[in-house]
Each structure stands twice: as structure tokens, then as C-alpha cells.
């Protein structure tokens, strides 16, 4: 069914160049390809920016500690081991870091006690929160200082744009399309704990926090919900124009 619909279709949509060698492989022709990436509501969220919670009180968590975030399921697929090492790694080098991840799935048990091997206290150096109501899970982005994301694909994550939105650096994985190199935060690859580490650490100790963050707003804006709109209706208004013909 999914060779079908490829086949017959007039037009596909891709979130970005990555998935092009994926549809093309399937003898597709490039030019039935347009870019049509996943949205945030930008504009919503800078208006949550002027009444939202400060979380870090709730969680104990004083003004001068680093907070990392994590938004994400616990799953095999997101990485959340090589996070929680990069962290642990991180610890000796900045004590007063924070991890806080945001999220349920599979992996719960096996988190907790990675997190108790790695010598980390629990609501002390690691925070867990799930089933977080979006209306909340801005309270918590707002709240923190770099955004990581270890994710073993290099599909388009929402939660990166949403951190972004909120103007905070981010350490991912992949995603090279939302993330520049120095510029907003650092690409670190798959299953590199290591590199998580040290980017966080360069973040942090080169005072690129604020910085990067404003990068991060920059970047995220180009795909505010109206502007991939606006590119949607563009590639229907040229499907249109060529049936009429």
C-alpha cells in the first residue's frame, strides 16, 4: 500500500532532506518531492512566555543550578541511556547540573536504575515527570537552561522546536536542520554519551546559554504553523493549476 500510494500520488510532502534518499529509493522521482516540515505554534508559545510557572522552585532547584531537559517517551528508540551517561559524566565536571526528563513509555524501570548505578540521587540530581499537560510542559521549558535530545533517528522531533521556541540551546543527536553547529547548539551523533557531555559542558562554560537560546528563537521561527501553511497551500494551489490545464 505504501508503494501505491507513492506511486500514484501528484505530489509528496517530506519534512526534509533526509527522507529523500528513502522515497527516491523506492523509484520515486525527486521531482514529485516538496518540503513540508512539521509546525509549532510560535506565536502561542511566546504568549504562554509571559505567564507561565517557574518549575524550578517546585523541584528544588536553585537560580545558579544548570537545568538539562529531556521531553521525550522512555523508549529504546530515544536514546535515554546515553543521555543519563553523558549526565552522569557531566556531573563532575559541573556538580550543581540537573537532568529533569519529561516523559513516560517502556523504559521506566530500566531508567531508575541506570540512574542508581550512575550514583545519582533521585529528586536531588534526576527528575522524572510524566503525563504532563501541555499547558504545564511549557512551565517546565521555560524553567530550564539546555535542552537534549538523543534520539536514534534523525526524524523531525516536536520537542525540539517547542524547546527552541522557549530559547534554549539544544544537544541532539541529529536534526542538523534545527540545530547549527555553534550557532543554536551542537549535533553530538547516535549513541555518543560523551559528545553529549562535552557539548553541554561547552554550552555552559563558554556563557552561550542566553546566546544560543536567542539563535534558537531565530531559527525556530520559520516554522511557525502560518508559514508551513502558506507552504502547503502553495503546492495545492500548483496541483490545482496543472489539473486545470
Known sequence: PWQYVLEN???????????????????????????????VNFKQIQEIKKNYKDKRKDLGIKK??????????IAPDKGVEDIINGFAMLKKDIPNAKLLMVGKGILEPQMFDLVKRKGLVNEKDFFHRKNVP???????YFSSDIF??????EDFMITIQEAMACGLPIVSSAQPYLVKDGING???????????K?????????????????????????????KIAESAIKEYKRLMSLKIR
Not at 554550552?203 to 502560518?226: A, L, Q
Open 134 to 140: 501541555e499547558e504545564i510542559l511549557y512551565d517546565y
Open 198 to 226: 562535552d557539548a553541554v559542558l561547552k554550552i555552559y562554560k563558554n556563557k552561550k546559554i542566553k546566546k544560543m537560546g536567542e539563535e534558537s528563537i531565530k531559527i525556530v521561527k520559520k516554522y511557525d504553523y502560518e
Open 9 to 39: 500520488s501528484d505530489s509528496i510532502a517530506a519534512d526534509g532532506n533526509f527522507q529523500v534518499p528513502r522515497i527516491t529509493q523506492l523509484g520515486i522521482p525527486r521531482e514529485k518531492i516538496f518540503f513540508l516540515p512539521n509546525g
Open 64 to 73: 545558579d543550578d544548570l537545568l538539562i531537559l529531556s521531553v521525550s517517551q
Open 186 to 196: 551542537y549535533v553530538v551523533g547516535f549513541k555518543n554519551p560523551n559528545g553529549i
Open 148 to 153: 537534549v535530545a538523543a534520539t536514534l533517528s
